[in-house]
């Protein structure tokens, strides 16, 4: 069966500092891979998708980049934290389509003081 | 991708069935419908997707009229763990496999 895991958790960070949220998916192939975050209390915004190894198509963020170095493993990084990247990441993944189901992970909570 | 529209919220009581309409003028001939459940501090989680008249799984009925341009999920019986937000996500995602949230419904369950 398939299975998603990201991590850290949990992060607390002082502003400026970088980031590193890893997602490794398996028991799959070739997955469509994507960033959210959610900020307390709002809707979820796509940061980052990929449809495969090396490809990323960004959303939204300009501090934030995102790789995808192998076909199972999608990472989020920023090199300087704003305050306003505090919020629940998401990663999540599918089989592509227009009925593939989205399966996300436990999600990585990030506070930035 | 197809603009999706849902009511804000809603409140409930436990034993009631809750009907959350979610409607998508511009659906397209391809375009399936999907429902997702997201508790707090967690990720949506499928719940029901149809393409047309009616779906039903173990947890939720989709409910899709002729015109498609609207769809309402059914949740017979809530109880207080039916608390959640509740998104429709209507569309063909097209070339690049975006996919976008809405807002979504934050259905209140009381006793």
């Known amino acids: 069966s398939q299975t998603i895991h990201q991590w850290p958790a949990t992060l607390v960070q002082p502003v400026g500092s970088p980031l590193s949220l890893e997602c490794t998916v398996e028991g799959t192939s070739n997955p469509n891979l994507y960033w959210y975050r959610q900020a307390a209390g709002r809707g979820l915004q796509l940061l980052f998708y990929?449809?495969?190894?090396?490809?990323i198509s960004s959303e939204v963020p300009q501090n934030l980049s995102a790789s995808r170095p192998q076909d199972r493993q999608f990472i989020l990084s920023s090199k300087k934290l704003l305050l306003s990247d505090s919020g629940f990441y998401l990663c999540a993944w599918s089989t592509g389509g227009n009925t593939g189901e989205l399966f996300f992970g436990e999600g990585s909570r990030l506070t930035v003081l | 991708l197809a603009k999706t529209t849902q009511p804000i919220s809603m409140d409930s009581y436990e034993g009631q069935e809750v009907n959350i309409t979610c409607s998508h003028n511009?659906?397209?001939?391809?375009?399936?419908i999907t429902w997702y459940q997201q508790f707090p501090s967690q990720g949506p989680r499928f719940i029901i997707q149809?393409?047309?008249t009616k779906v039903t799984n173990e947890v939720a009925s989709l409910f899709i009229p002729a015109d498609r341009k609207s769809s309402t999920l059914s949740l017979p019986r809530v109880s207080l763990s039916d608390t959640a937000v509740y998104y429709c996500l209507v569309g063909l995602r097209g070339r690049d496999d975006k996919i976008i949230f809405g807002k979504g419904t934050r259905l209140h369950i009381l006793p």
């Open positions: 511009n659906i397209a001939t391809n375009d399936y």
């Open positions: 149809g393409y047309k």
């Open positions: 990929s449809v495969g190894i090396g490809q």
